[in-house]
Every structure is written in structure tokens, then in C-alpha cells.
């Protein structure tokens, strides 16, 4: 079982994304049992929509989130869609390079071949 602070670092701050593929991310942290109640979206839809995945509020654009998460050290996620390959890579480079922490969130019960 995993400690009270192991838990917290395995969830992200910041969510780069606030459409299809952020609900996706922010299930799966509930599926395995990870609070997702200070998760903070960032999407380039804002401010027209205020609202994204599950129906959390969107803070700002991804601009202001990659600076919110680099001004600040908090752990992020990239949660963009397929359509969106180039700038996904783009803002995963910049956090990289920025030294901001990108939790991974695997279920338990997830199998990966031995040839992947």
C-alpha cells in the first residue's frame, strides 16, 4: 500500500487540458483511488468555456498553466488529444526542460507486454 506522500506526489497539480482527453486522466486518477480534488485545467478554450472535464473549472489558457506549474514546481500532466500531437510533444518538452515533475497514473491492474 502506498503512503499518504507517496499518494500526493503520484497526482498531478496542473492538467494541461481541459477536453476529452483530460476526463480520461482525471478518471483513471479516481479509478485508482487518488484525490482529484485540486487538479487545476489549463486549456486554450478558455475563457469561452469555464468549464472542462467533469465539469471542473478551467483556470486559464495552457500558457498560463505551463507558467503557473514552472513559476511554482507542481507536478503536471499533458492531457491533450491525438489531433493536438505536435503541441502535446511541445508542452512536455517545455515541462521537461523547465524541471517540472510529470507523475505517471497506472492502475494496478494494467498489463504491459514484455515487447512493448
Known sequence: MMSEQAIQASVPSVLLGA??????????????????GDIVLFDDAYPQNSAGAL??????TLKQGLAWA?????PAMVALGSR????????FRRLVM?????????????????RA
Open 19 to 36: 477536453g476529452k482527453q483530460s476526463e480520461h486522466v482525471l478518471r483513471l486518477v479516481q479509478w485508482v483511488g487518488l484525490p482529484t
Open 55 to 60: 465539469g471542473n473549472p478551467v483556470r486559464g
Open 84 to 91: 493536438y500531437g505536435g503541441l502535446r510533444y511541445a508542452t
Open 98 to 114: 523547465a524541471g517540472v515533475a510529470i507523475p505517471s497514473v497506472v492502475h494496478p491492474t494494467s498489463l504491459i507486454s514484455p
Open 70 to 74: 514552472e513559476e511554482n514546481k507542481l
